[in-house]
Nanobody, 123 residues
Framework: QLQASGGGLVQAGGSLRLSCSAS????????MGWFRQAPGKEREFVAT????????SYAGSLKGRFTISRDNAKNTVYLQMNSLKPEDTAVYFC??????????????????WGQGTLVTVSS
C-alpha cells in the first residue's frame, strides 16, 4: 500500500514536502509519479521520477518550484513544493508504475495509487 503524507495548510509562498512510502511493495523497481486533483477538476500530472532517480520530469508550469526525489533505501519518494500558490491547492496522489522510457507523464502509466494527501494553500 502506498501512503502519501505531509499535506496540510500553508500560506502562499510557503513550502511543503510530501512523502510517499510503501508497505509490502519495494518502490525501487518502479517509476514513481505525483499527480494532483483540485476540487471540480480532473487529475493532472505533477512530476515523475525513474526507478533509479536518474531521470525526472515535471509539468511545465511547476518546474522550478517543485522537486521530486527518492530514497530507495528508505523506500520513500518525496515531492518538495516551494513558492506555493493558492492554485496548488489539491489532493496530491503518489503512484507507482513499471519502468518506462521515457518515464510516463500520464496516469495510465501507473498501476498502483496511494490515497492522497490534501494540500491547501491560503492567499
Amino acid at each position: 500500500q502506498l501512503q502519501a503524507s505531509g499535506g496540510g495548510l500553508v500560506q502562499a509562498g510557503g513550502s511543503l514536502r510530501l512523502s510517499c512510502s510503501a508497505s509490502g511493495r519495494t518502490l525501487s523497481i518502479y517509476d514513481m509519479g505525483w499527480f494532483r486533483q483540485a476540487p471540480g477538476k480532473e487529475r493532472e500530472f505533477v512530476a515523475t521520477i525513474s526507478r533509479s532517480g536518474s531521470s525526472a520530469s515535471y509539468a511545465g508550469s511547476l518546474k522550478g518550484r517543485f522537486t521530486i526525489s527518492r530514497d530507495n533505501a528508505k523506500n520513500t519518494v518525496y515531492l518538495q513544493m516551494n513558492s506555493l500558490k493558492p492554485e496548488d491547492t489539491a489532493v496530491y496522489f503518489c503512484a507507482s508504475g513499471p519502468s518506462r522510457w521515457p518515464v510516463a507523464r500520464e496516469a495510465w502509466g501507473y498501476d498502483y495509487w496511494g490515497q492522497g494527501t490534501l494540500v491547501t494553500v491560503s492567499s
